[in-house]
């Protein structure tokens, strides 16, 4: 399986790592304990999540307040967009490249 992997010491970082990786700004190798840093693209994921989150929720809270959504329409909606977001990271991670700061 393909990870990503830290120029420094060639160390694979799981997605168990991948989840660790909070701050895309500085990234600490778990096996050198060098600081990284993500792509540019990633770094405007990583700004962009919120508010593609509150949009998400807002299409379905609009659909309520029209009437044309119950809830479980809304939890429907909630569950399919997230699963498809969450499957998207989940296949470009292997693809992440990281740098030395
Ligand atoms: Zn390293």
Redesign the pocket.
């Known amino acids: 399986m393909k990870y990503p992997r830290?120029?420094?010491?060639?160390?694979i970082f799981t997605y168990i790592e991948g989840f660790k990786m909070v701050n895309p700004w500085k990234v600490k190798?778990?096996?050198?304990?060098?600081l990284?840093e993500t792509t540019l693209l990633v770094k405007i994921f990583g700004v962009l999540a919120p508010f593609l989150g509150l949009a998400v929720a807002g299409v379905a809270i609009y659909f309520e307040e029209i009437g044309r959504w119950q809830t479980i329409n809304s939890v429907i909606f909630l569950a399919a967009t997230f699963s498809i977001i969450g499957i998207v990271c989940f296949a470009c991670y292997p693809y992440m490249k990281f740098t030395k700061k």
């Open positions: 830290c120029p420094s010491c060639n160390g190798c778990p096996h050198c304990g060098i990284l």
